[in-house]
């Protein structure tokens, strides 16, 4: 074939100029989106600072010591619900990673039939679509009278520990663990499958092929290459669970006097902010926005500490 | 299965295959293999894409057992036992049966820890630093990665990669090494790094491969198989089979069957 005839049957040798404003459009579009997220985040980091800034004046860091909260005599701390806040999204990863991760390694290692695997995996994804409002519903009617003769055992036997020192007699932090928990669960796991999915088929190989067993090539060999996106899952699980608010204010009891028992009534600052923006005024807006910028230090502080973990964790193939 | 290497059974084979039948979600891939593998020998599979060399290689140590819907009719006997018996573990399998994959595939592990993990498994009680040099050196990798043991084998070239699949695989003291086509994603000259690799390696172990290249089969192989595929009398698919099976020279030189000789002259594949 000549070059004549090619220069016929191609006709886009050349750019045009429309595609090049094309390309271009789509770059600063893009450039665009990406900067309105960053404007978002710092107007709401700034709007959320400039309405604390009374609070903080007045309080400064014995805020976050303290635990009174009593608007008659002005006196805010906000230690209750930072307490609150991290025992109930620490402990709830705490028992949702491994269930979570498990699954994912049960759904994407050929240990069951397939259909049975995918039927699990829809399973995962619908308890991810219940509304936090009916899983509140849920628990405070089903699931924490149900769980109360266990958690009374666990008082009763293990009551000599200061988080287990009192009994439980309806709302509190463990129920609010354990929604937390199943919240999340979906999270965890979807990700967590997702990674696992991700990993090279030829390195499970190369691990069978040199004698590993099952539990050698998952521990070992999988889920370090799957690290980083099982981690990431985890954070946005942590994330999730640190700023949950309908269905932890149904159950948690909405108390502000602190115990370190997790079967008494409790707060987090999700739950207080919702709880008390309705009929706050003056110095309680202005702790509840306080309160509101912990939260938000605390989940990119855990953000930052986590991408530190994934970096050092992470294995690359 | 134990078995000593005196001269009375160095004749009887140490891999052999009875009316080996395999298919993959219940068509057949390759059909009717009989093939007997030599002790200390290295036998190679050729022949075109397609018509089941790594079918019938993955065979010998259950690898096909991960694939789902893959089965196997016939015999697999490793030292006169059958391989896909009820009571036969097929991790024990892979331990005495070592694999090399065609894509060099080490973890994403330091180079120590690449070697270090199998013969962990595997239970190895003697010292690990002197296990993972002499590894290194039997695959022809010590020199050039001596100074890099905590270094991620992922890091190194490719042919250096395959080199460290080959030490890791050696490290756990198969008794089997299978190949498959481990030279093909390579530059020449660490193929030919490779192959040295193979002639020392053979002293010690049974050494079956699979390559698509003429001339390694003749330089590296004592025996020679080879393999075609026929179109599928009711399905779409090709069915393959084993043409012909006899000594690298011979096969070479004076095949029995046109298909061979036409293979080996170029003519097709
Ligand atoms: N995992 C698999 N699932 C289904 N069919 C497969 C699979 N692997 C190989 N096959 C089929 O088996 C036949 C032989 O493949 P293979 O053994 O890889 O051939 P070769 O190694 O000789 O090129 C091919 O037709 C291929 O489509
Ligand atoms: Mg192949």
Redesign the interface.
């Known amino acids: 074939m000549n070059r004549r005839e090619s220069e016929i049957r191609y006709k886009l040798r050349k750019r045009t100029a429309s595609e090049r404003t094309l390309d271009n459009g789509f770059k600063n579009f893009s450039l665009g989106m990406a900067s309105i997220v960053a404007i978002l985040l710092f107007s709401i980091l700034i709007v959320i600072f400039r309405g604390s800034i009374e609070s903080i004046a007045k309080y400064g860091l014995s805020f976050l010591i303290t635990s009174d909260w009593n608007p008659v005599d002005d006196a805010y701390g906000a230690f209750t619900a930072i307490y609150g806040t991290l025992i109930t999204s620490i402990v709830a990863l705490l028992i949702a990673v491994p269930l979570g991760v498990g699954t994912a390694i049960f759904i994407t290692e ?1 240990i069951i039939p ?1 259909n049975i695997r995918s039927i699990l995996s829809v399973m995962v994804e619908l308890l991810a679509a219940i509304p936090s409002v009916v899983l509140g519903l849920w628990a405070i009617f089903i699931m924490e009278p149900f769980l109360r003769p266990f958690l009374i055992s666990i008082n009763s036997f293990l009551g000599w520990l200061p988080i287990f020192n009192t009994t439980p007699v309806g709302p509190g932090v463990a129920p609010a663990i354990i929604i937390l928990a199943i919240m999340i669960l979906p999270i965890i796991t979807s990700i967590s499958r997702d990674s696992l999915n991700q990993v ?1 088929n ?12 099952r539990w ?1 090539t998952i521990f ?2 999988i889920l ?2 799957a690290i980083s996106g099982i981690a990431g899952g985890v954070l946005l699980a942590l994330g999730r669970a640190m700023g949950e608010t309908m269905a932890v204010t149904m159950i948690i009891g909405n108390s502000n006097n602190f115990s370190w028992s997790i079967f008494a009534p409790g707060n987090t600052i999700a739950a207080m902010l919702a709880n008390q923006f309705g009929e706050a005024d003056g110095n309680q807006v202005s702790s509840l926005m306080y309160a509101a910028l912990i939260l938000m230090i605390l989940t990119l502080v855990v953000n930052v500490f986590a991408q530190l973990i994934v970096k050092r964790l992470r ?3 | 299965m134990n078995h000593t290497k005196n001269n009375s059974i160095i004749n009887s084979p140490c891999i052999s295959l009875e009316n080996v039948t395999i298919s993959y979600k219940n068509s057949p891939a390759v059909r009717n293999i009989y093939c007997e593998m030599p002790r200390g020998k290295v036998t190679a599979f050729i022949g075109p894409s397609g018509c089941g060399k790594s079918t019938v290689l993955r065979s010998i140590n259950r690898m096909n057992d991960l694939i789902d819907g893959c089965s196997l009719t016939g015999r697999v006997l490793f030292e006169g036992v059958d391989l896909y018996a009820p009571e036969v573990d097929p991790v024990e399998v892979r331990r005495r049966i070592g694999m090399v994959f065609q894509q060099p595939n080490p973890f994403p592990k330091s180079v120590y820890e690449n070697i270090a993990f199998g013969a962990r498994i595997n239970g190895y009680t003697g010292d690990m630093d002197e296990l993972v040099e002499m590894s290194l050196k039997k695959a022809a990798l010590w020199d050039e990665c001596k100074d890099k043991l905590k270094e991620s084998g992922c890091s190194l070239s490719g042919g250096q990669q395959q080199r460290l699949c080959i030490a890791r695989t050696i490290a756990i003291e198969p008794e089997v090494i299978l190949m498959d086509e481990p030279c093909s994603a390579l530059d020449p000259i660490s193929t030919l790094k490779i192959e040295e690799t193979m002639h020392d390696l053979k002293k010690s172990y049974t050494i079956i491969i699979v390559t698509h290249n003429m001339q390694q089969a003749v330089r590296v192989s004592d025996m020679t198989a080879f393999y075609n595929a026929e179109k599928q009398s009711g399905g779409s698919g090709k069915l393959g089979y084993l043409v012909e099976y006899n000594e690298t020279s011979k096969i070479f030189n004076s095949p029995s069957q046109k298909a061979t000789q036409d293979y080996i002259s170029g003519r097709f594949g």
């Open positions: 050929n397939k090279p030829k390195l499970r190989e190369g691990a069978y092929a040199i004698g590993a067993s050698p070992n060999i370090p290459a294995l690359k193939y």
